[in-house]
């Protein structure tokens, strides 16, 4: 007999996810390697685009570390790609400068009339001139004035540096991450992102030092941020880091397996469901009939949610429910948006599921809580998105572009928003439209467009907006048969 107890508790012990620090990289037995991430670890793509929560900082600790990094090599990339002959370090990867990177600070300390991709080169330089055996200021302002008055010593020492890489067969690669952290305002964030990608394009006419950025995809739409020569060989060349549906299952999965008391229950719903729980995948360490494939992933799961999102038929299908009601305007999903779903499903006892370990009580219950967590992510990169959704607390989507103006202009929404935010965080396309444009036409549309780049707005094909439920349930947004906002009373 299937013991749901023991699956449901593997469930309420699944991982947070939680936004992994650099001062602590993952653990090889916690690196669960999707197949679509594969081509994001090659050190020649210098371009990585992905959103909150899909992986960014996770792969750029999981490169930088030593110990990791010849494991990951061997058993996630094989004989396709290796990593064995690279040396990783950190460009940049948070505001306060982890081991071996900058500073905001530091960069503060350069005068901004100053060319930004001098601040990167050097920091490039910082690691090279030690395998070239030169000496430099140790300040890092000094540093940055350096190279301003010496370009052609400092370029000797990139092509001698490159020489004794090459002669010893090594390959150097810096990784830089967080780049919403590099300033206070978002104009200068993207003036130094702008010029960390020129330096990118120009490591490309070596042979042997590379650099990988990692950066947001509201940066990467941002056209302004590519408009510079051959920026196209960088732009064309990038890699999106995201998560199918297949990756989200085959994770949970991976998760169950790794709880010893919940894998024998777990090989039993596998046998139940036709599945060979003992032939696995040897890098994804799930069983082989699992990869990629909807069918054999879905049966299974139908054994621990059951086969109905409700007492008839009408609202589907656990499996299929739970991707469409957590994928942002992008359709994406975050594993920690998908992992704490399911947490909080096993942890629902009002009532306790009969005979299955979740039900979709308690997937309801999980689509809440994650709408709750998701947003507050999203403010703590956009905290003006609050005061965009506040007004339209009680509308029914999907709705007409201008039912949502007219909430907006009632409630002095982009007025508001650029007062508080303006020259920090509010972006400033919609800085622009307040100081230039017509504030009863311009203005909204400006905002519906932020909020459809970074996934709070989805356009439908006959023009009305929708708000994905995992933004809309904790917004007080409504939809026609959607979850409820309101979280379920207990008796």
């Given at each position: 007999m299937i013991s749901a107890p023991d699956i449901r508790e593997a469930m309420r012990t699944l991982p947070s996810l939680a936004v992994t620090s650099t001062g602590r990289p993952p653990a090889l037995e916690e690196i669960f390697f999707p197949e679509s991430h594969a081509e994001v670890l090659d050190p020649e793509v210098s371009l990585v685009i992905g959103n909150r929560g899909m992986g960014k900082t996770f792969w750029t600790l999981a490169l930088s570390d030593k110990d990791l990094r010849p494991e990951i090599s061997r058993r996630y990339l094989g004989s396709r790609l290796t990593l064995d002959d690279v040396d990783v370090t950190l460009g940049f990867a948070d505001a306060e400068g982890a081991r071996g990177t900058i500073s905001r600070l530091?960069?503060?300390?350069?005068?901004?009339?100053?060319?930004?991709?001098?601040?990167?080169?050097?920091?490039?330089?910082?690691?090279?001139?030690?395998?070239?055996?030169?000496?430099?200021?140790?300040?890092?302002?000094?540093?940055?004035?350096?190279?301003?008055?010496?370009?052609?010593?400092?370029?000797?020492?990139?092509?001698?540096?490159?020489d004794v890489l090459t002669r010893t067969k090594k390959r150097f690669l810096v990784l830089f991450d967080q780049l919403d952290q590099l300033a206070t305002d978002w104009e200068r964030i993207q003036e130094l992102t702008q010029g960390l990608l020129k330096v990118a394009l120009a490591m490309k006419?070596?042979?042997?030092?590379?650099?990988?950025?990692?950066?947001?995809?509201?940066?990467?739409?941002?056209?302004?941020?590519?408009?510079?020569?051959?920026?196209?060989?960088?732009?064309?060349?990038?890699?999106?880091?995201?998560?199918?549906?297949?990756?989200?299952?085959?994770?949970?999965?991976?998760?169950?397996?790794?709880?010893?008391?919940?894998?024998?229950?777990?090989?039993?719903?596998?046998?139940?469901?036709?599945?060979?729980?003992?032939?696995?995948?040897?890098?994804?360490?799930?069983?082989?009939?699992?990869?990629?494939?909807?069918?054999?992933?879905?049966?299974?799961?139908?054994?621990?949610?059951?086969q109905l999102m409700g007492r008839g038929s009408k609202r589907g299908r656990p499996f299929t429910w739970i991707p469409t009601h957590l994928a942002d305007g992008r359709g994406e999903i975050s594993p920690r948006t998908f992992l704490l779903v399911m947490k909080t499903a096993a942890e629902f006892d009002d009532p306790l599921p009969q005979g299955t370990a979740i039900d979709f009580q308690g997937i309801q219950e999980g689509v809440r809580k994650a709408s709750s967590a998701r947003l507050a992510e999203l403010e703590e990169d956009y905290p003006w998105v609050s005061m965009a959704l506040e007004p339209l607390r009680g509308i029914l989507v999907p709705c007409l572009a201008s039912e949502i103006a007219e909430r907006w202009i009632t409630a002095k929404t982009t007025d508001g928003i650029t007062a508080k935010y303006s020259g920090t965080s509010a972006p400033i396309d919609l800085v622009l439209a307040n100081l230039f444009g017509d504030s009863l036409t311009e203005e909204p549309a400006v905002l519906a467009k932020l909020l459809r780049e970074i996934g709070v707005f989805e356009e439908r094909g006959n023009g009305k907006i929708n708000v994905p439920d995992i933004f809309r349930v904790k917004a007080g947004i409504l939809r026609k048969g959607g979850v409820t906002p309101q979280q379920r009373r207990r008796l």
């Open positions: 530091d960069i503060q300390s350069v005068s901004k009339k100053i060319p930004t991709e001098l601040i990167w080169r050097a920091v490039l330089l910082r690691h090279l001139a030690p395998m070239v055996q030169r000496s430099l200021p140790i300040g890092f302002k000094q540093l940055v004035s350096w190279i301003k008055e010496n370009p052609a010593e400092q370029l000797s020492i990139f092509r001698d540096a490159d006419s070596y042979r042997s030092i590379k650099i990988k950025l990692f950066i947001r995809p509201d940066q990467a739409d941002n056209k302004q941020l590519f408009q510079f020569p051959d920026a196209s060989k960088i732009r064309n060349g990038a890699r999106l880091l995201s998560w199918r549906v297949t990756d989200l299952y085959g994770l949970l999965y991976f998760e169950i397996l790794r709880n010893m008391q919940a894998r024998s229950a777990f090989e039993g719903l596998c046998r139940e469901a036709n599945v060979d729980p003992n032939e696995l995948h040897p890098r994804l360490g799930i069983p082989k009939q699992f990869v990629g494939n909807t069918d054999t992933q879905g049966t299974v799961f139908d054994l621990i949610a059951g």
